[in-house]
């Protein structure tokens, strides 16, 4: 099976690209290679004779048809992913995840491609405050964000039914691990608290999310282009219901820390209280998580203590002056 994987440079994506690689699968990888874009996360298959990698946008039309010639399936990763920065400028995320998903799809039909698999987000739900979402449920997005990602799941399903496109649709919950861009809550508390800096947490901290490990969300993905049916919607979530200030108190005892390092900062305009999915119907399929939460979190604590080579260039710069920005520095 040959793959055209989009935004496979990114934090999901790359983890995506090793598990194709590990299942005798071909990966073209197109990356535009944005901010959060890093060619480090493949540096280990770079050399792989199954692997190639082309760097373009997925929203110019003739490189992405010469990328997916003799493509048997997408998986469509490439997206902008972080709420505050949509906030800040939605355009962008208009641009690639609306416009950039559309002319992706048009490109995969006209191609011929045997699956398209796009994959989204449980944010296009909005919140919930009790039970879990369903994929039959109605999305209602509140961020730019999510909103964007909605419009790309429309677009996804209107290919489907008017063009007969084969094509599914993940959404997953808050997914984390190694090589995750560090604006993300996880990979941002965990190197601030290894150098000492304070932990911004928004409100009262007590936003609950669902989380999954990044292999886990993978695996979920695999599933569903393998397994899927043409037309659906699945669900990738882990089953870790924890508010913000249980992650930011395990991030502090992981790393040596106390609470002396958080700082409470205003809260985001529309933030979701909470967000949880019911995952029965990818379970249908035979999938499931592999990691605990727990041992997924240490491990990827470890992982950024040992990697300072991967994540000190990346705070600094412009990420810096985002930051500061953002939260007012340290």
């Not at 050399?47 to 048809?65: C, G, K, L, S, W």
């Not at 037309?231 to 930011?248: D, S």
């Amino acid at each position: 099976m040959r793959l055209l994987v989009t935004g496979g440079c990114g934090f999901i994506g790359s983890a995506f690209v090793r598990l194709a690689l590990g299942h005798g699968a071909e990966v073209v990888n197109l990356d535009k290679l944005t901010y959060a874009g890093n060619p480090a996360n493949v540096a280990d298959v770079a050399d792989d004779e199954a692997y190639t990698f082309v760097h373009a946008d997925i929203a110019d039309a003739a490189a992405v048809a010469g990328a997916i010639a003799g493509c048997d399936a997408v998986v469509n990763f490439a997206a902008e992913s972080h709420v505050d920065r949509s906030i800040l400028d939605p355009a962008d995320f208009i641009s690639t995840d609306v416009v950039g998903t559309a002319v992706l799809l048009d490109a995969a039909r006209t191609a011929g491609v045997r699956r398209f698999v796009q994959v989204s987000t449980d944010e296009v739900y909005g919140s919930i405050p009790t039970g879990a979402f369903r994929e039959t449920d109605p999305i209602s997005p509140s961020s730019p964000y999510s909103a964007s990602k909605a419009g790309g799941d429309l677009q996804v399903l209107a290919w489907h039914r008017t063009f007969g496109l084969d094509a599914v649709i993940t959404r997953g919950s808050n997914t984390f691990g190694p090589r995750q861009y560090p604006e993300k809550l996880i990979p941002l508390f965990v190197t601030n608290a290894l150098d000492g800096q304070q932990l911004p947490v928004y409100g009262d901290g007590m936003q609950i999310r669902d989380w999954i490990y990044v292999d886990d969300h993978c695996s979920g993905i695999w599933t569903a282009l393998e397994k899927g049916e043409a037309g659906e919607v699945y669900n990738v979530g882990g089953g870790n219901e924890e508010p913000n200030m249980e992650i930011t108190r395990r991030v502090l005892e992981l790393t040596g820390r106390d609470g002396s390092l958080i700082r409470h900062v205003a809260d985001r305009p529309g933030h979701d209280r909470r967000y949880a999915l019911d995952t029965a119907k990818l379970r249908g399929l035979g999938w499931e998580p592999a990691h605990s939460f727990e041992d997924a979190l240490a491990a990827t604590v470890a992982w950024y203590a040992d990697r300072r080579d991967w994540w000190e260039p990346i705070k600094s710069g412009d990420y810096r002056r985002y930051y500061e920005e953002q939260y007012g520095g340290r």
